[in-house]
């Protein structure tokens, strides 16, 4: 397995792999741990165009699911919260 092939390996033994999307190289996934007492939301995102890639913690399913459809702006949204907490 090629080393840029990370994500088939995760979603192919993930119990809670959620959601796939790809377009114009993006690809999106969308994790939900359901095994614990509360929800654990994951939206990992790669820009194969750039070879970027990063992962976003949602904290409720509405912003998961935000995430995994408009992930730029739930970064963007992410990093500013960042900011001004650290």
């Given at each position: 397995m090629a080393t840029s092939d990370w994500r088939y390996e995760q979603m192919s033994t993930a119990d809670n792999h959620f959601g796939h999307r790809e377009s114009a190289g993006i690809v999106v996934d969308?994790?939900?741990?359901?095994?614990?007492l509360d929800d654990v939301f994951r939206v990992e995102?790669?820009?194969k165009r750039h070879g970027a890639?990063?992962?976003?913690?949602?904290?409720?399913?509405?912003e998961a699911i935000q995430a995994f459809h408009h992930p730029f702006s739930a970064a963007r949204t992410a990093?500013?919260?960042?900011?001004?907490?650290a």
């Open positions: 969308l994790f939900w741990d359901r095994g614990r995102v790669e820009d890639r990063f992962v976003l913690h949602p904290t409720t399913g509405s990093l500013s919260r960042t900011a001004w907490t």
